[in-house]
T-cell receptor
Framework: LAKTTQPISMDSYEGQEVNITCSHN???????ITWYQQFPSQGPRFIIQ???TKVTNEVASLFIPADRKSSTLSLPRVSLSDTAVYYC??????????FGSGTRLQVQP | GAVVSQHPSWVICKSGTSVKIECRSL??????MFWYRQFPKQSLMLMAT?????????EQGVEKDKFLINHASLTLSTLTVTSAHPEDSSFYIC?????????????FGPGTRLTVL
């Protein structure tokens, strides 16, 4: 699977909403978009997954437009503990995931 | 979400020795598991795909005789780093897809830090 494209880094302050956009121009029909969060020396943690439109769970929202060429992860009211690397990935069933560089989010007080 | 465990969480060994890392899916079965390696400040790189009941498949550039993979059961895969050298020092992470849902979401283990002296 091809890698996705996302900003290398982002800065934010506590309490703000953070939106991380990911580009996946060549997304295949069977691909889902999945976001993971990784802290130093830990495995990636599943955040959210979607196919089209909007998905929301207790920690984030995921917006995917109709053409599915991009997606946006929205983190409401971030805290210092949200400082991490966030990966946007195309996922198809049981196939291995191809990681890009991810987005390093730094939340400041 | 589903839980994947790894053991040990960290290991230090002498050069030339072998190290075994276990990956377990705790609340679901996985016929396939994946092994990744991550160097400092870098992203995860797929090393190999572990298949229950058959041979593992390795990515280009990964030595199959050095990184032995055994998928012993539907909940356990092991990675053995044979004759480890300092350049093998890295963070090893496994993942497994939970196929009980609609989308086969993959879940990752907490990782194993290997340091070869």
């Amino acid at each position: 699977l091809a890698k996705t494209t996302q900003p290398i880094s982002m800065d934010s302050y506590e309490g703000q909403e953070v939106n991380i956009t990911c580009s996946h121009n060549n997304i295949a029909t069977n691909d889902y978009i999945t976001w993971y969060q990784q802290f130093p020396s830990q495995g990636p943690r599943f955040i959210i997954q979607g196919y089209k439109t909007k998905v929301t769970n207790e920690v984030a929202s995921l917006f995917i437009p109709a053409d599915r060429k991009s997606s946006t992860l929205s983190l409401p009211r971030v805290s210092l503990s949200d400082t991490a690397v966030y990966y946007c990935l195309r996922s198809t069933g049981r196939r291995a995931l191809t990681f890009g560089s991810g987005t390093r989010l730094q939340v400041q007080p | 979400g589903a839980v994947v465990s790894q053991h040990p969480s960290w290991v230090i060994c002498k050069s030339g020795t072998s190290v075994k890392i276990e990956c377990r899916s705790l609340d679901f079965q996985a016929t396939t598991m994946f092994w990744y390696r991550q160097f400092p400040k870098q992203s995860l790189m797929l090393m190999a795909t572990s298949n229950e009941g058959s041979k593992a498949t390795y990515e280009q550039g990964v030595e199959k005789d050095k990184f032995l993979i055994n998928h012993a059961s539907l909940t356990l895969s092991t990675l053995t780093v044979t004759s480890a050298h300092p350049e093998d020092s890295s963070f090893y992470i496994c993942s497994a897809p939970d196929t009980s849902g609609e989308t086969d979401t993959q879940y990752f283990g907490p990782g194993t830090r290997l340091t070869v002296l």
